[in-house]
């Protein structure tokens, strides 16, 4: 693909295609990293951390979803206590 670099007040842009960031699912006023490797401009998305902390997972767990406990066999080495 092959982009044009544009005037942007003092400072310069790229346009990126509808296709592409679709295709990062990525929209308008996502963060990125942007880095230069082998003179070359490198775009990282950056995964936004999410706002749930365990406190707020374990609220969330009620009679309705709560799984049944799986038995995954007999502690072996460290595993024990």
């Excluded at 400072?11 to 990126?16: D, Q, T, Y």
């Amino acid at each position: 693909m092959e982009l044009t670099i544009k005037r942007w007040g003092n400072s310069a842009a790229l346009r990126l295609p509808a296709d592409l960031l679709n295709g990062l699912n990525l929209k308008p006023e996502s963060i990125v990293e942007v880095s230069m490797k082998n003179k070359s401009i490198v775009i990282k998305p950056i995964k936004k951390k999410s706002d749930l902390s365990l406190e707020k997972l374990l609220a969330g767990i009620t009679s309705e979803n709560l799984h049944n406990e799986v038995d995954t066999g007999y502690s072996v080495g460290k595993e024990i206590f």
